[in-house]
């Protein structure tokens, strides 16, 4: 079984609709919490960056963290075709030396 | 601008024949790390960096190797490129092993 679990999709929606994107992980050791964005042929992009559990707004984005079911969301309001990408998680200890662990990406298409 | 810069983007080689993909960032990051991106596989950690002079394996470390003379460049070497190699390459570099990531924009490697 893999630590970080990501749908691969693709999830199309239509332009304005609200995004959810998701990853389950399996170590309750995981505290802090990313997105990143990935545009075709392009390095992956830090979005979102939170610790523990809770909600993070940044404009049309929100992190959400439930450590409890350890599941944690990304929500996309009002999404536009630019969004249109591969969005992946990743996750870290917090302590002592460790690496990212990422999940596969879950690729988005918003469409006009 | 805070980045981090590989080169080449694109390389298209022959199995056997030895290359450096280059990776230099300017934040005074003290790890940085490769990885490579497989479809279906996400991102793989292939070695890491913690400072300079210190380096360790990856997940996926056979075949390549690594130096890191410098705080600022991290190159990548294969010293006999086979076709399994051929895949979607990124470097990465953070403040510590326990903070987010910051990626440059990839290195598309085929060989042939």
């Known amino acids: 079984q893999k630590e970080v679990e990501q749908d691969p999709g693709p999830l199309s929606v239509p332009e304005g609709a609200i995004v959810s994107l998701n990853c389950t992980y399996s170590?309750?050791?995981?505290?802090?919490f990313m997105w990143y964005r990935q545009y075709s042929r392009k390095g992956p992009e830090l979005l979102m960056y939170?610790?523990?559990?809770g909600n993070k707004e940044d404009g049309r984005f929100t992190a959400q963290v439930d450590k409890s079911s350890k599941y944690i969301s990304l929500f996309i309001r009002d999404s536009q075709p630019s969004d249109s990408a591969t969005y992946l998680c990743?996750?870290?200890?917090?302590?002592?030396?460790?690496?990212?662990?990422f999940g596969t990406g879950t690729r988005l298409l918003v469409s006009p | 601008e805070a980045q981090v810069t590989q080169n080449p983007r694109y390389l298209i080689t022959v199995t056997g024949k030895k290359l450096t993909v280059t990776c230099s960032q300017n934040?005074?990051?003290?790890?940085m790390s490769w990885y490579r991106q497989d479809p279906g596989l996400g991102l793989r950690q292939i070695y890491y960096?913690?400072?300079?002079?210190?380096?360790d394996k990856g997940d996926v470390p056979e075949g390549y190797k690594v130096s890191r003379k410098e705080k600022r460049n991290f190159p990548l070497i294969l010293e006999s490129p086979s076709p399994n190699q051929t895949s979607l390459y990124f470097c990465?570099?953070?403040?510590?092993?326990?903070?987010?990531?910051?990626f440059g924009q990839g290195t598309r490697l085929t060989v042939v």
């Open positions: 990465a570099s953070s403040l510590d092993s326990s903070r987010e990531a910051f």
């Open positions: 170590n309750s050791a995981f505290q802090y």
């Open positions: 939170t610790y523990s559990s």
């Open positions: 990743a996750m870290l200890k917090g302590t002592g030396f460790q690496k990212l662990v």
């Open positions: 934040m005074n990051h003290e790890y």
């Open positions: 960096s913690m400072n300079v002079e210190v380096t």
